[in-house]
T-cell receptor
Framework: DAGITQSPRHKVTETGTPVTLRCHQTENHRYMYWYRQDPGHGLRLIHYSYGVKDTDKGEVSDGYSVSRSKTEDFLLTLESATSSQTSVYFC???????????FGSGTRLTVV | QQQVKQSPQSLIVQKGGISIINCAYENTAFDYFPWYQQFPGKGPALLIAIRPDVSEKKEGRFTISFNKSAKQFSLHIMDSQPGDSATYFCAAGYGGSQGNLIFGKGTKLSVKP
């Protein structure tokens, strides 16, 4: 998607290992979000950021941490991955002027 | 007060028919109601959005109807096409600078040729 990229696209990791997902934007937007998508649950907010070093928790933040040291990068870390964190993770930026969210293409994470 | 309830979970419509997806929200302070369309393997993409000061918004074959008193809004897809087959999410939140959205659980639409 234009202006926002996620890496990696796919990852398989073992239970108990730390994992970091990256979201990079070229739009210079202030607000960035991490969601997880699971069948039957839709999209649920994990953490969001409203500026460099300014972050806050969402609905399902347990087991996750985030960091934003630069406007363009928002990192999501699973401190000790569990099987319940197997999911598709989406990063989003919020455009002003009624443009809504722009989502990245997602990271499919499997914890075995 | 933060839930958004979406129905149906899945929907099968014949080509040329009308697809209708409904959502209900609880928080009367919400002022931004978007719909997103998601194809397999892709991120959701903004389809159409409405503010509570209007009761209807139309963009091509897609229409949002909004009922503020009932706290409900719906997506109508006219002349549904096989290319419309996707998962649709409604959302509600604050459309100002913050933009935090609460999403419904999604509706998988299949349009049969």
């Amino acid at each position: 998607d234009a202006g926002i990229t996620q890496s990696p696209r796919h990852k398989v990791t073992e239970t108990g290992t730390p994992v970091t997902l990256r979201c990079h934007q070229t739009e210079n937007h202030r607000y960035m979000y991490w969601y997880r998508q699971d069948p039957g649950h839709g999209l649920r907010l994990i953490h969001y950021s409203y500026g460099v070093k300014d972050t806050d928790k969402g609905e399902v933040s347990d087991g996750y941490s985030v960091s934003r040291s630069k406007t363009e990068d928002f990192l999501l870390t699973l401190e000790s991955a569990t099987s319940s964190q197997t999911s598709v993770y989406f990063c989003a930026i919020f455009g002003t002027g009624g443009n809504g969210y722009t989502f990245g293409s997602g990271t499919r994470l499997t914890v075995v | 007060q933060q839930q958004v309830k979406q129905s149906p979970q899945s929907l099968i419509v014949q080509k040329g028919g009308i697809s209708i997806i409904n959502c209900a929200y609880e928080n009367t302070a919400f002022d931004y109601f978007p719909w997103y369309q998601q194809f397999p393997g892709k991120g959701p993409a903004l389809l159409i959005a409405i503010r509570p000061d209007v009761s209807e918004k139309k963009e091509g074959r897609f229409t949002i109807s909004f009922n503020k008193s009932a706290k409900q809004f719906s997506l109508h897809i006219m002349d549904s096409q096989p290319g419309d087959s996707a998962t649709y999410f409604c959302a509600a939140g604050y459309g100002g600078s913050q933009g935090n959205l609460i999403f419904g659980k999604g509706t998988k639409l299949s349009v049969k040729p």
